[in-house]
């Protein structure tokens, strides 16, 4: 899965000459927890709310309202912004997004292609990939079987599916010591017979879930 796929394009951004009084307007306004910065078309930083509040006069300050409105419209988001920022390719994984954001503990990526800005992705556009992967909405049934880490281990479990004409929807391997946890889900809510089957083939069935 590209990133293009799960990120949204053409975000909406501000001028590094912005005053930090309009930035935290904007903020309200539009609803967001970030800003790309760009000037004449080049990505020049990012500006959250943390980087407002750190250039802010604090609750303990001794000036009035007015002083403080006047400070902060004087204040240009350039002063305010993380001018380093780390981007991602639009066509790099998903995965890679979500290891850059773990690793260097942000929870946004500017997307870029050819040296310009198309879009971002955040860690909340990688929980709803992460949803639909498992495909945790749809209707259907949700099974959690123990498979041996060898070769043919889910082919043969695709198998049982298979005999009983029932389609898998979703598949996910989670890692283990020589056993793993394979989830598979199906369009089918009446599992009783998936269950046996199972059984029968000598699998343990971990967890059943069925979304009606």
Same mark, same amino acid.
């Given at each position: 899965?590209?990133?293009?796929?799960?990120?949204?394009?053409?975000?909406?951004?501000?001028?590094?000459?912005?005053?930090?009084?309009?930035?935290?307007?904007?903020?309200?306004?539009?609803?967001?927890?970030?800003?790309?910065?760009?000037?004449?078309?080049?990505?020049?930083?990012?500006?959250?709310?943390?980087?407002?509040?750190?250039?802010?006069?604090?609750?303990?300050?001794?000036?009035?309202?007015?002083?403080?409105?006047?400070?902060?419209?004087?204040?240009?988001?350039?002063?305010?912004?993380?001018?380093?920022?780390?981007?991602?390719?639009? =066509?790099?994984?998903?995965? /890679?997004?979500?290891?850059?954001?773990?690793?260097? *503990? #942000?929870?946004? %990526?500017? &997307?870029?292609?050819?040296?310009?800005?198309?879009?971002?992705?955040?860690?909340?556009?990688?929980?709803?990939?992460?949803?639909?992967?498992?495909?945790?909405?749809?209707?259907?049934?949700?099974?959690?079987?123990?498979?041996?880490?060898?070769?043919?281990?889910?082919?043969?479990?695709?198998?049982?599916?298979?005999?009983?004409?029932?389609?898998?929807?979703?598949?996910?391997?989670?890692?283990?010591?020589?056993?793993?946890?394979?989830?598979?889900?199906?369009?089918?809510? =009446?599992?009783?017979?998936? /269950?046996?089957?199972?059984?029968?083939?000598?699998? *343990? #069935?971990?967890? %059943?879930? &069925?979304?009606?």
């Amino acid at each position: 899965m590209y990133i293009r796929n799960r990120m949204t394009p053409n975000p909406c951004t501000i001028p590094s000459n912005t005053t930090i009084a309009d930035a935290v307007a904007l903020f309200r306004e539009k609803g967001f927890k970030r800003f790309p910065v760009v000037d004449n078309g080049k990505l020049v930083g990012i500006l959250t709310k943390g980087d407002i509040q750190s250039v802010s006069p604090t609750k303990a300050t001794s000036l009035s309202i007015y002083e403080v409105n006047y400070f902060l419209s004087k204040i240009t988001v350039k002063k305010a912004m993380t001018k380093k920022v780390i981007t991602i390719d639009a =066509d790099c994984l998903l995965e /890679e997004a979500a290891v850059a954001m773990r690793e260097n *503990k #942000i929870s946004t %990526l500017p &997307v870029m292609e050819k040296g310009k800005l198309v879009g971002i992705i955040t860690e909340s556009d990688i929980f709803d990939a992460f949803i639909d992967l498992m495909g945790f909405k749809e209707k259907g049934s949700r099974i959690t079987v123990e498979v041996k880490d060898v070769p043919g281990g889910i082919a043969a479990i695709s198998e049982v599916f298979s005999s009983l004409n029932i389609n898998i929807t979703h598949i996910a391997m989670f890692a283990g010591n020589g056993i793993r946890d394979l989830v598979i889900r199906s369009s089918v809510s =009446d599992i009783p017979e998936i /269950e046996k089957k199972l059984n029968e083939k000598g699998y *343990k #069935i971990k967890h %059943l879930l &069925v979304n009606k």
